[in-house]
T-cell receptor, first 114, second 109 residues
């Protein structure tokens, strides 16, 4: 089954403790992206990647890092989380052949930073 | 940057057509308009996309104005399961997608 898998689904952590949210897709998609969703603000793009070793900033990249060492994986790294990074996070992927016309989303990761 | 504007919420009676408007007056000439929906806090799901012509698929129809500054998503026979937040999305700066705040559609019995 074609899917985007995020882990964990829920995460509670404390300020300053490094964490990684994983994202994996099994559709051989070139494009992958991370979003955060906060009440009343819709989804805002954090980082995206057009292919292995190619990443770029979205609209709200501060406090986040990403890496794309393999085509299927695109982890989101918070090296020193702060309470304002408490949010619902989504990973998405898409195919360049489709012109990025259809994004496939993961189920989300609810992060709470205390 | 390209942006979208949608009403924050709309109501629709079950079985009736739901018409969800979107303003995207800054869209560039070769960019598509996409519609997704999000049920509760699940990942958004693709509905439809279009460039200039009206489009229809098994889920919905998309009407784009001739000047491409606005569009309307039509759910022809809304059901309770269509209650969700609907996002009108534009792509900008090649690989970025702007979601906006969306429209919360409440389908009522």
């Amino acid at each position: 089954e074609a899917q985007v898998t995020q882990n964990p689904r829920y995460l509670i952590t404390v300020t300053g403790k490094k964490l990684t949210v994983t994202c994996s897709q099994n559709m051989n998609h070139e494009y992958m992206s991370w979003y955060r969703q906060d009440p009343g603000l819709g989804l805002r793009q954090i980082y995206y990647s057009m292919n292995v070793e190619v990443t770029d900033k979205g609209d709200v990249p501060e406090g986040y890092k990403v890496s794309r060492k393999e085509k299927r994986n695109f982890p989101l790294i918070l090296e020193s989380p702060s309470p304002n990074q408490t949010s619902l996070y989504f990973c998405a992927s898409s195919s360049r052949d489709s012109g990025l016309r259809k994004l496939f989303f993961g189920s989300g990761t609810q992060l709470s930073v205390l | 940057d390209a942006k979208t504007t949608q009403p924050p919420s709309m109501d629709c009676a079950e079985g009736r057509a739901a018409n969800l408007p979107c303003n995207h007056s800054t869209i560039s000439g070769n960019e598509y308009v996409y519609w997704y929906r999000q049920i509760h806090s699940q990942g958004p799901q693709y509905i439809i996309h279009g460039l200039k012509n009206n489009e229809t698929n098994e889920m919905a129809s998309l009407i784009i104005t001739e000047d491409r500054k606005s569009s309307t998503l039509i759910l022809p026979h809304a059901t309770l399961r269509d209650t969700a937040v609907y996002y009108c999305i534009v792509r900008y700066n090649f690989n970025k997608f702007y979601f906006g705040s969306g429209t919360k559609l409440n389908v009522k019995p």
